[in-house]
C-alpha cells in the first residue's frame, strides 16, 4: 500500500473546523487504502512559546481527538513526534542542504515573523519546514493530506528529497501534497477572506471541536455573510456565504451544487441553521469520544507508546541509510 503521513501541532486546547474538514476527515477515509501514519507533532509546537503542562494536556487531547475522529490506532500508525528521535535528527541534516534563501522564502515563516519581530522570532520557527521535510520523509511518504496553507511545505519537502538523492543517491520517495481542491481552506467565519486558525485576532470566526454545541452554534448564526441575499456558491463574490456552503457540503459529503440548490431561494437563518446542525452532528459524537479517552490516560498512552514503537522501527531504517549515504560510520 502507498504511504501516506500526516501531523498536526498540539498548539490548542481543541482542534478547530479547519483541521477536521482540511485534513482529518480524509486521514479518516484514507485509513482503508493507505499505510497510514498520523502523529501529533509536538517538536513544532514548541516552535513558538508553550506552558509545559497546556503542552503535555493537548498533547493527549490531540491524540485523543484524532482517535474519536475516527483514526484507527491498529490500522494506522499514531504517535508523538517527540517520542521518535529520528525526526529531529533527520531534521538537522536536512538543513545542511536547505538553503537560507529557500527558507527564508517560505510565507508563513514570513507572517509569523512578521508578527512576533526580529527577537520574538525564533530559529526554531526559521527551521520548521526542514523539521516537517524530516518527519514526511522518514517515512517515505507516498502522499501527504493536508490544507492548502501547507502546500509551499511540501513542495520545499519535495525539493529537498529530489536534492537529497541527486547529491548521494536515490534514497527518499519524493511525497504528493493531497490537497483536495473544495475543502483545503477553510474561512473564518468573521473575516471569510482569511482562513480559520487559531491564532485570528477574534475567536468568534473560530469553530472548536471541543466548544459546546451552544457556543458553536451561537458563532454559526453570527458568521458574516453579505447585503444581497441569496444563496449561491460565488467564493469571489460571495465569500462568507460560500464558506458557509462549503463546509456544510464536506460536512454532509454532498457536492456544493446538491447544497446550493437546496437552499436556493430561501433565508441565510436556514443556511446557518442548517449548518449548525451539520457540525453539532459532527463534532458531539467526536467530543463525547474524545472526553472518554481523556478520561483512561494510561489506556491512551498506551496506545500512544505502541504507535511510537512501530514508528521508531520504520524511522531508524530510513536515518541508517541516510547516514550510510552521508558517509557517518555506523555507531560502535
Ligand atoms: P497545523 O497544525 O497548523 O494544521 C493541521 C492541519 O490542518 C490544516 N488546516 C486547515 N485546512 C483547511 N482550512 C483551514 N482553515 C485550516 N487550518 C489548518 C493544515 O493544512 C494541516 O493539514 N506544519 C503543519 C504540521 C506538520 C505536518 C508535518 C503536516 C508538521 N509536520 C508533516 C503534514 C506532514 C501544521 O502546522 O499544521
Request: hydrophobic share 40%; charged share 25%; aromatic share 8%.
Amino acid at each position: 500500500k502507498p504511504v501516506i503521513f500526516s501531523g498536526m501541532q498540539p498548539s490548542s486546547d481543541s482542534l478547530h473546523l479547519g483541521n477536521y474538514v482540511g485534513a482529518l476527515t480524509n486521514w479518516v477515509k484514507m485509513q482503508d487504502d493507505f499505510d497510514a501514519i498520523f502523529c501529533v507533532v509536538n517538536q513544532h509546537a514548541i516552535t513558538v512559546a508553550t506552558d509545559p503542562a497546556d503542552l503535555r494536556e493537548r498533547t493527549l487531547a490531540t491524540a485523543a481527538q484524532y482517535i474519536a475522529a475516527g483514526i484507527d490506532p491498529e490500522r494506522s500508525t499514531l504517535y508523538v513526534q517527540s517520542h521518535v528521535p529520528a525526526h529531529a535528527q533527520l531534521g538537522w541534516i536536512l538543513g545542511t542542504i536547505t538553503g537560507f534563501g529557500e527558507a527564508s522564502r517560505m510565507t508563513q515563516f514570513k507572517d509569523k515573523s512578521q508578527r512576533f519581530g526580529t527577537e520574538g522570532t525564533t530559529v526554531g520557527l526559521f527551521t520548521y519546514p526542514v523539521l516537517m521535510a524530516a518527519d514526511i520523509l522518514l517515512y517515505q511518504a507516498d502522499s501527504v493530506p493536508v490544507g492548502e496553507d501547507q502546500r509551499q511545505h511540501i513542495e520545499l519537502t519535495r525539493d529537498l528529497a529530489l536534492r537529497f538523492n541527486s547529491r548521494f543517491g536515490e534514497t527518499f520517495t519524493v511525497p504528493e501534497g493531497f490537497i483536495p481542491k473544495a475543502s483545503a481552506k477553510v474561512y473564518d467565519l468573521q473575516e471569510p477572506t482569511a482562513k480559520m486558525s487559531k491564532s485570528a485576532a477574534s475567536d468568534a470566526g473560530l469553530l472548536r471541536i471541543l466548544d459546546p454545541a451552544n457556543v458553536t452554534k451561537k458563532k454559526i448564526m453570527r458568521a458574516v455573510t453579505d447585503a444581497d441575499g441569496e444563496i449561491r456558491y460565488d467564493p469571489e463574490n460571495k465569500a462568507g456565504v460560500s464558506n458557509l456552503l462549503t463546509i456544510y457540503s464536506v460536512l454532509t459529503e454532498r457536492s456544493i451544487e446538491d447544497v446550493a440548490n437546496e437552499f436556493a431561494g430561501r433565508g441565510y437563518g436556514d443556511l446557518k441553521k442548517g449548518l449548525a446542525e451539520a457540525v453539532e452532528g459532527t463534532f458531539g459524537p467526536i467530543r463525547e469520544r474524545t472526553n472518554e479517552l481523556l478520561s483512561d490516560r494510561g489506556e491512551l498512552e498506551n496506545l500512544l507508546r505502541k504507535g511510537a514503537e512501530r514508528a521508531n522501527e520504520r524511522a531508524e531504517k530510513t536515518l541508517e541509510l541516510v547516514h550510510e549515504k552521508i558517509g557517518f560510520p555506523k555507531s560502535f
